[in-house]
């Protein structure tokens, strides 16, 4: 690779003269030169100027007096370009400049998110992985130990969190308060899934808004040497908590919905899906980003003492309707929107969540259709790994196949 980025186009005085090559080598190189201008060109033509770029088999045998070589080759006309080290002529050189340019991260996980973490790092050879020593005293409270932590001094940090429970959220809160300390260049708190505030109503006064809470609590995590910490979550539940944070931390919102577009294209019948959305919220976050898929709105209404789903807009009949929404827990709206699709002649009926959730294991109550009655279950029910503890549950369960999010979180990391 050095010896091709070595290489460049020479302009000789005699444009028609054969070239002979003082330069030899075993591995045979090739050079991309570009023709130069046609006589009328030159006598001012109005003619555009032509350029033809051809290939130049030679061979390097020494690196002495490189300034001063020529080229064995056929009789060719060649002219000297504005810049001898062209993209064109030095990909690979190009390639590698690039990859030594790539931002360097020092990843650290808590036990749940092991999994994911390996996923993200087998993405970029410019994640390393780094482990972090989750031990406890005997009273039960953290015992944490960062190991050599002087050698990632310097270097762009990242901590993959997973907050699935109370319990956990002290321990990780020590660590990524601690990070950011330790002379780092920048800190990245990947939180896949932003836990609170998922079933908060603040309707009467002395309702605690815990979604706040957190929110502020990380907007004052610890600067590092490049500024505030950079926070990557997905598809936060409620749309106005974004605006919980402060301005000592960069949220960076992004969605699991390319995941699952990817995904609809690999199915034999994608040219006849649509999407359903279970309420007037699913609609509004994710409509924008699925909107050249025809669209299915419901909505819940009161009868009496009841809530049930009708179907607001939008014609299901005789399509794979595939519901969409950004987390589910207990699944009971779910389970009734495929009910009143599948009423309404749906042919297939499947479902999509960036959280899955499922306390006390809900996700059982969902059952695999594989024979074409969509009123008995679902034909895929396609999550994310946000929720780690939910992936280890369900996986290789029909109908559940998970979307994994470490393409996206390597991405991210590498902005």
Known sequence: MAKAAAIRALPLSNQNSACSHALKSSTPSFLSLPLPKSSSAASGSSLKEKRTIIQVRSEIKSFENS???TIDADRFRFVQTSS????????MAASTSAAKTAKRVCLFYCAETKALAERVASHSDAIELRSIAWRKFDDG???????????IRGQHVAFLASFSSPGVIFEQLSVIYALPKLFISSFT????????GTSERMEDEGDVA????????LSNIPISRGGPTSLVTFDIHALQERFYFGDNILPCFESGI????NRLQELPDSHNISIAFPDDGAWKRFHKQLQHFPTIVCAKVREGDQRIVRIKEGDPSGRHVVIVDDLVQSGGTLIECQKVLAAHGAAKISAYVTHGIFPNSSWE?????????PENGLTYFWITDSCPLTVQQVMYKAPFEVLSLAGSIAATLQI
């Open 210 to 217: 815990t979604a706040f809470t957190l929110a502020r609590t």
């Open 365 to 373: 109550r969902f059952e695999h259709d594989s024979e074409g009655h």
């Open 258 to 261: 390319p995941l699952l577009k």
């Open 67 to 69: 300034q001063n070589w």
């Open 189 to 196: 708190l990947v939180l896949p899934f932003f836990p609170t």
């Open 141 to 151: 409270f953290p015992n944490i130990f960062i190991p050599n932590a002087h050698g």
């Open 84 to 91: 001898p080290h062209s993209p064109s002529s030095l990909p």
